[in-house]
């Protein structure tokens, strides 16, 4: 394909081959409502992208999927399922990116240069893949305030506003940097367990698992990186492999709410105070820091804090107790 335009519509089928975008000055296709369908790729020559400028795309192959539009787009649907090594899904936007259903059994990478990555779909995920890479010059969510959902085995994600991301199963955020310094946050849900490898946030980090743990993964000085941090395991535990605290999420933070059914277990790395707000667990809050602990509510059957080198420090908490617990 070199050029094609149509103010409407274009459909464009390869029932054999591939569908490749030769390397010219501007798009392929230009139109409002694209249609791709492939029995091999969809790729531009000499390892290139399909170039195009459209409002809504719709996609399909069984090999590779790489596209690049030059405006504002909507991949409303994206299936590679052939049987081939080859099978990954890469779509780029220049400005922002809306996502109906994208799938692909290996892998997918989202990218929107100047603009956010929106999921428009809610009970269904807008991405199933294994590994999923997301990159947005803005945000990374859902419309209407929603998340941007997804069922896959490991998430990388980069933003630079917000990142609100919920997993209808068992996800590893391998790696969630957020890097906006004007009031977005971090939000991870997963409806099964939960596993970190490193997350960031200036201001704020808030990890959910609905019906699982929350487990930092060894091998990481640090898994969450922020100034206040929200856990929550409403069934399950709060935990990892990393620190001097046994069997504990590694965190750099300065203030901490969490919320488990089984237990919390957390190692604060750094040497700056460490407000724990409000923790609750039905067994064990095993909590330790290199630095000060200040302690206004902490509530469980078994309660261990640790200073290495500090001092653990009550709260005034309205004549309530700073700790609750059987054991102390």
């Known amino acids: 394909v070199g050029y094609v335009s149509d103010p409407f519509d274009v459909t464009l089928t390869s029932n054999a081959g591939s569908i490749i975008g030769l390397d010219t000055e501007g798009v392929n296709v230009q139109t409002l409502d694209l249609t791709m369908d492939a029995a091999v790729a969809i790729v531009g020559e000499s390892g290139t992208s399909f170039t195009t400028d459209a409002d809504t795309i719709y996609a399909y192959a069984s090999e590779l999927i790489d596209i690049y539009d030059v405006g504002?787009?909507?991949?409303a649907e994206v299936i590679n399922e052939g049987g081939m090594d080859l099978r990954s899904i890469y779509l780029t936007s220049e400005d922002t990116m809306r996502v109906g259903h994208i799938n692909d059994p290996f892998d997918v990478t989202l990218t929107s240069y100047n603009g956010s990555i929106v999921g428009l779909r809610?009970?269904?995920?807008?991405?199933?893949?294994k590994e999923l890479t997301l990159?947005?010059?803005?945000?990374?969510?859902?419309?209407?305030?929603?998340?941007?959902?997804?069922?896959?085995?490991?998430?990388?994600?980069?933003?630079n506003k917000l990142i609100d991301i919920y997993d209808k199963g068992k996800v590893t955020f391998a790696e969630v940097i957020n890097l906006g310094d004007k009031g977005d946050s971090v939000y991870l849900t997963s409806k099964d367990n939960m596993k970190i490898g490193y997350v960031y946030d200036p201001k704020h980090v808030t990890l959910r698992s609905l019906y699982g743990n929350i487990k930092g993964l060894k091998d990481y000085e640090v898994n969450i990186e922020t100034a206040e941090l929200r856990l929550y395991a409403p069934e399950g535990a709060i935990?990892?492999?990393?620190?001097?605290?046994?069997?504990?999420?590694a965190t750099d933070i300065s203030s901490l709410?969490?919320?488990?059914?089984?237990?919390?277990?957390?190692?604060?790395?750094?040497?700056?105070?460490?407000t724990l707000e409000e923790l609750f667990a039905n067994s064990l809050v095993a909590i330790g820091s290199e630095g000060d602990l200040e302690i206004n509510s902490v509530e469980a059957q078994y309660v261990a804090l640790a200073s290495y080198g500090g001092d653990l420090i009550g709260l005034d908490n309205d004549d309530d107790a700073n700790i609750s617990a059987d054991t102390i």
């Open 72 to 75: 504002e787009v909507t991949f």
């Open 257 to 274: 709410w969490a919320y488990a059914d089984e237990a919390i277990a957390i190692y604060n790395a750094s040497e700056k105070t460490l």
């Open 239 to 249: 935990y990892g492999k990393s620190g001097r605290t046994a069997h504990a999420l």
């Open 122 to 129: 809610q009970k269904k995920a807008n991405v199933r893949t």
């Open 135 to 159: 990159d947005a010059a803005k945000s990374i969510r859902g419309k209407n305030g929603e998340s941007f959902t997804t069922n896959a085995k490991e998430i990388y994600a980069y933003a």
